[in-house]
T-cell receptor, first 113, second 113 residues
């Protein structure tokens, strides 16, 4: 059974801090790893990582995948209160679509002013 | 271009009643996925549908749950004879093709009383 484990499960930091969220996976026929941000609504897509060692960046967010050690990290620099959310990591296996997504339980990030 | 639309946003049902959750995919998307998010758990895949076809229902409970995506109209997730354990947030996602990124709807929060 595919497994995705995120850590920490919750994290409270002050505005301006840098945070690193972790995601490890054990997936048969792994294809990609995805990060989503979930606030009080739908998960919104952040990154899809398929190649190892290539950093993807979007503003203050960046992410990288290590396919040898089977993990990914999501970094957020200069955090803001609007970054408070649950961050979901999901592995995508094999061919096919999002039916191949296995989600972790999420990291609940709280940014205090 | 409207996103994935789910309705209702909140649904309260008494034990034994039926719940119908609707999902209209993004314009042009013909692949629909249903997920369930239970408290303290991550998103769990339920079913993958294309127009008029169920592609993968490996995540669907064997009884009481069914899904359809007719030629015309939204995809419907139907839960018969609901029980308290069915209380959860149900998310729908759609994609253009089966192997591309999926976009999530706002979710329907089902409460069984």
């Amino acid at each position: 059974e595919d497994k995705v484990v995120q850590s920490p499960l919750s994290l409270v930091v002050h505005e301006g801090d840098t945070v690193t969220l972790n995601c490890s996976y054990e997936v048969t026929n792994f294809r990609s790893l995805l990060w989503y941000k979930q606030e009080k609504k739908a998960p919104t897509f952040l990154f899809m990582l398929t190649s190892s060692g290539i950093e993807k960046k979007s503003g203050r967010l960046s992410s990288i995948l290590d396919k040898k050690e089977l993990f990914s990290i999501l970094n957020i620099t200069a955090t803001q209160t609007g970054d408070s959310a649950i961050y979901l990591c999901a592995s995508l296996r094999g061919r096919g679509g999002a039916d191949g997504l296995t989600f972790g339980k999420g990291t609940h990030l709280i940014i205090q002013p | 271009n409207a996103g994935v639309m789910q309705n209702p946003r909140h649904l309260v049902r008494r034990r034994g009643q039926e719940a119908r959750l609707r999902c209209s995919p993004m314009k042009g998307h013909s692949h629909v996925y249903w997920y369930r998010q239970l408290p303290e758990e991550g998103l769990k895949f339920m079913v993958y549908l294309q127009k008029e076809n169920i592609i993968d229902e490996s995540g669907m409970p064997k009884e009481r749950f069914s899904a359809e995506f007719p030629k015309e109209g939204p995809s419907i997730l139907r839960i018969q004879q609901v029980v308290r354990g069915d209380s959860a947030a149900y998310f729908c996602a759609s994609s253009l093709k089966g192997e591309t990124e999926a976009f999530f709807g706002q979710g329907t929060r089902l409460t069984v009383v």
